[in-house]
């Protein structure tokens, strides 16, 4: 457990109600806004503003603090401006990933070690409008590949495309039509999926490669699995939520299972692909497994990041795209291929449901 916490189902609560209040400040954030961090441990909101904020928001924030406590703190850069710049650096080539800092005191850029020198010397990156510094690190790792799921389909559940092997992520509708999300680079438009017991699922349609996003026609249900690769339990979904920094979050994919004690370090990431016909994938959120194991493996790609609720409960997150950092096998243990990732990206869902006009399916 985080420090300060007797149980998860503490944790949980706090959290519930930190993000409350920030999903209230987001709805009427204005150019001034940077970022927020709800990390529970800190028992308080910390809202990141560039200049001084509307008096709206201070009266908001007034309101807020008779339940829950929120802290105003001075800002740089706004997230406006911090999310061009990351989208703007993440095209230089040898850039792996660029991290908007979430108190908007610049950008964070990731570049193989034997390439920093060379990305810091990039016009680019020298003469960017906002501060940068330039990081050692490798580049996120795509994480292709429970076992035989029948229909109505659960998020987290094994399929498998020509491509290889992910994930199953959320059951959406779309007008209508009940589908099922998951990862872009797991198949292309018009291929036919299997579970992992080789039984049809549906074809492939509405692949977003630069969102890294796409759908399988399959009957889905609004339900992911939880346990390890091989279990058979679920939790029901319950709603979507935000991801903020510091809030604790849970994979669950069917390579290597569910993962907790994960925390949100960073959103509005993108990652360098340098290709066509994306120069960026994103916007992305950033977690890392705090206790050093796996937050995903090859294999989860698609499946869902969700956050429990206290009413037994999960709201759904974003679907994995990859992982990073690579961890030694005995540190994931249980997983069908290796290695493990001690840091998750995924894709929110309010991005992916937005870009196909659709609503998440609950339980």
Not at 276 to 284: A, D, K, Q, R, Y
Not at 296 to 309: H, K, L, Q
């Amino acid at each position: 457990m985080p420090a300060g916490f007797a149980s998860w189902a503490e944790l949980i609560s706090v959290q519930e109600k930190l993000n409350q209040a920030a999903t209230r400040i987001t709805a009427v954030k204005g150019d001034g806004f940077a970022g927020i961090v709800a990390a529970p441990e800190n028992r308080e909101l910390r809202v990141y503003w560039k200049g001084s904020a509307a008096t709206s928001v201070r009266a908001l924030v007034r309101e807020l603090n008779r339940t829950v406590p929120v802290r105003l703190l001075p800002a740089r850069y706004s997230e406006a401006d911090l999310a061009a710049t990351a989208r703007k650096l993440a095209t230089v080539p040898d850039v792996a990933s660029v991290v908007p800092q979430v108190d908007g005191s610049g950008v964070q850029v990731v570049a193989n070690e034997a390439k920093v020198a060379k990305v810091k010397a990039t016009p680019a990156v020298r003469d960017s409008a906002a501060v940068v510094s330039v990081v050692a690190g490798d580049a996120p790792v795509a994480t292709y590949d429970r076992q035989a799921d029948i229909p109505n389909f659960y998020g987290g559940g094994r399929f498998w495309s020509p491509v290889g092997g992910c994930s199953t992520g959320f059951a959406i509708n779309t007008a209508g039509t009940v589908q099922m999300l998951t990862a872009g680079h797991c198949g292309e438009n018009g291929q036919a999926v299997t579970t992992g017991a080789g039984v049809n699922m549906g074809t492939i349609s509405n692949k977003i490669t630069c969102t890294d996003i796409e759908i399988i026609n399959t009957p889905s249900w609004g339900r992911v699995f939880t346990g390890g690769p091989y279990s058979g339990t679920s939790v029901p979904i319950g709603g979507t939520a935000s991801s903020f920094v510091g809030n604790y979050v849970v994979t669950s994919g069917a390579t290597s299972g569910e993962h907790s004690n994960i925390q949100v370090t960073a959103v509005n990431l993108y990652l360098g692909v340098n290709g066509i016909p994306c120069s960026t994938v994103g916007p992305l959120v950033q977690a890392r497994q705090l206790n050093g194991t796996c937050a995903v493996a090859p294999g989860d790609s698609g499946g869902p990041v969700i956050a429990y609720r206290t009413d037994g409960k999960a709201d759904a997150l974003g679907t994995m795209t990859a992982g990073a950092v690579a961890v030694a096998n005995n540190l994931c243990p249980g997983t069908i291929y290796t290695p493990g990732y001690n840091y998750v990206y995924y894709i929110p869902i309010g991005t992916s449901l937005g870009s196909y006009g659709a609503s998440i399916v609950t339980s």
